[in-house]
Protein backbone atom coordinates (compact mmCIF):
# COMPACT_ATOMS: atom_id res chain seq x y z
CA UNK A 1 0.00 0.00 0.00
CA UNK A 2 1.13 3.68 -0.89
CA UNK A 3 0.83 6.94 1.20
CA UNK A 4 -0.32 9.54 -0.28
CA UNK A 5 1.77 12.63 0.99
CA UNK A 6 0.21 15.84 0.90
CA UNK A 7 2.30 18.66 -0.10
CA UNK A 8 1.14 22.23 0.35
CA UNK A 9 2.81 25.33 -0.17
CA UNK A 10 2.79 28.36 2.15
CA UNK A 11 1.80 30.95 0.94
CA UNK A 12 4.37 33.36 2.86
CA UNK A 13 3.56 35.97 5.32
CA UNK A 14 -0.16 37.64 5.63
CA UNK A 15 -0.19 41.37 5.67
CA UNK A 16 -0.87 41.88 8.88
CA UNK A 17 1.99 39.81 9.87
CA UNK A 18 4.03 42.22 7.59
CA UNK A 19 2.24 45.75 9.31
CA UNK A 20 2.69 44.54 12.53
CA UNK A 21 6.80 43.85 11.95
CA UNK A 22 6.85 47.24 10.42
CA UNK A 23 5.15 49.23 13.16
CA UNK A 24 7.36 47.44 15.55
CA UNK A 25 10.32 48.37 13.46
CA UNK A 26 9.20 52.12 13.30
CA UNK A 27 8.62 52.25 17.03
CA UNK A 28 11.92 51.10 17.61
CA UNK A 29 13.59 53.33 15.48
CA UNK A 30 12.06 56.63 16.73
CA UNK A 31 13.38 55.52 20.18
CA UNK A 32 16.69 55.37 18.60
CA UNK A 33 16.77 58.80 17.09
CA UNK A 34 15.79 60.37 20.49
CA UNK A 35 18.08 59.07 22.12
CA UNK A 36 20.61 59.90 19.52
CA UNK A 37 19.54 63.53 19.94
CA UNK A 38 19.66 63.49 23.45
CA UNK A 39 23.37 62.16 23.08
CA UNK A 40 24.36 64.74 20.70
CA UNK A 41 22.78 67.54 22.50
CA UNK A 42 24.69 66.31 25.55
CA UNK A 43 27.82 66.42 23.73
CA UNK A 44 27.89 69.63 22.35
CA UNK A 45 26.89 71.29 25.90
CA UNK A 46 29.55 69.20 27.42
CA UNK A 47 31.66 70.81 24.81
CA UNK A 48 30.83 74.17 25.41
CA UNK A 49 31.35 73.26 29.24
CA UNK A 50 34.94 72.42 28.22
CA UNK A 51 35.47 75.21 26.69
CA UNK A 52 34.42 77.60 29.14
CA UNK A 53 36.85 76.05 31.57
CA UNK A 54 39.73 76.61 28.86
CA UNK A 55 38.46 80.04 28.19
CA UNK A 56 38.81 80.66 32.52
CA UNK A 57 42.24 79.34 32.20
CA UNK A 58 43.33 81.48 29.14
CA UNK A 59 41.73 84.66 30.91
CA UNK A 60 44.01 84.01 34.01
CA UNK A 61 47.27 83.33 31.88
CA UNK A 62 46.05 86.26 30.17
CA UNK A 63 45.76 88.35 33.19
CA UNK A 64 49.06 87.04 34.48
CA UNK A 65 50.76 88.51 31.48
CA UNK A 66 49.18 91.85 30.94
CA UNK A 67 47.56 92.61 34.77
CA UNK A 68 43.75 93.00 32.97
CA UNK A 69 41.38 90.53 31.76
CA UNK A 70 40.33 90.27 28.18
CA UNK A 71 38.84 92.60 27.24
CA UNK A 72 40.00 95.12 29.11
CA UNK A 73 37.91 97.47 30.85
CA UNK A 74 34.28 97.22 31.08
CA UNK A 75 33.62 96.55 27.94
CA UNK A 76 32.88 93.13 26.20
CA UNK A 77 33.71 90.99 23.65
CA UNK A 78 30.75 88.89 22.50
CA UNK A 79 31.55 85.94 19.73
CA UNK A 80 28.08 86.07 17.81
CA UNK A 81 29.98 85.92 14.97
CA UNK A 82 32.57 83.96 13.09
CA UNK A 83 35.11 87.54 13.71
CA UNK A 84 34.30 88.06 17.12
CA UNK A 85 35.25 84.27 17.67
CA UNK A 86 38.61 84.47 15.81
CA UNK A 87 38.87 88.00 18.02
CA UNK A 88 38.35 86.18 21.23
CA UNK A 89 40.51 83.01 20.40
CA UNK A 90 43.58 84.58 18.78
CA UNK A 91 43.67 87.06 22.24
CA UNK A 92 43.32 84.15 24.91
CA UNK A 93 45.10 81.56 22.73
CA UNK A 94 46.67 83.24 19.97
CA UNK A 95 45.05 80.55 17.89
CA UNK A 96 42.42 82.11 15.71
CA UNK A 97 40.68 79.07 15.04
CA UNK A 98 40.54 77.63 18.62
CA UNK A 99 36.87 78.10 19.18
CA UNK A 100 35.05 76.09 17.14
CA UNK A 101 31.72 77.33 17.14
CA UNK A 102 30.53 75.54 14.19
CA UNK A 103 30.76 72.49 16.58
CA UNK A 104 29.31 73.12 19.56
CA UNK A 105 26.40 75.71 18.28
CA UNK A 106 27.31 78.11 21.24
CA UNK A 107 27.84 81.70 20.99
CA UNK A 108 30.79 82.66 24.06
CA UNK A 109 30.94 85.99 25.06
CA UNK A 110 33.31 87.75 27.69
CA UNK A 111 32.94 90.14 29.92
CA UNK A 112 35.47 91.66 32.41
CA UNK A 113 35.95 94.28 35.06
CA UNK A 114 39.40 95.47 36.60
CA UNK A 115 39.09 92.62 39.29
CA UNK A 116 36.87 89.90 37.53
CA UNK A 117 35.57 88.11 34.39
CA UNK A 118 32.17 86.45 33.36
CA UNK A 119 31.95 83.84 30.50
CA UNK A 120 28.84 83.11 28.83
CA UNK A 121 28.16 80.57 26.16
CA UNK A 122 24.49 80.76 24.34
CA UNK A 123 22.98 77.72 22.30
CA UNK A 124 21.83 78.66 19.19
CA UNK A 125 19.66 76.18 19.06
CA UNK A 126 17.80 76.58 22.65
CA UNK A 127 17.31 78.77 25.71
CA UNK A 128 20.68 76.95 26.97
CA UNK A 129 22.90 79.61 28.97
CA UNK A 130 25.76 78.79 30.46
CA UNK A 131 27.94 80.99 32.87
CA UNK A 132 30.96 80.77 34.28
CA UNK A 133 32.64 83.23 36.78
CA UNK A 134 35.92 83.56 38.18
CA UNK A 135 36.41 80.85 40.82
CA UNK A 136 33.15 79.86 40.71
CA UNK A 137 31.44 76.58 38.49
CA UNK A 138 29.62 77.00 35.46
CA UNK A 139 25.52 77.82 36.09
CA UNK A 140 23.12 76.48 33.68
CA UNK A 141 20.47 78.48 32.63
CA UNK A 142 17.30 76.46 30.71
CA UNK A 143 19.77 73.15 29.60
Known amino acids: ?15 IELLVVVAILGILSSVGVISYNGYVKSAKMKTAENTLQQLSLAQLEYYTNTGEYYPDGVSDSCATTDTSHKDLGTALFDDS ?38 NSSIQRENC
Open 1 to 15: MIKKINITRSSGFTL
Open 97 to 134: NYIAVDDMEYNFCAYSSETSFTIVAESRGSDCKLTLSK
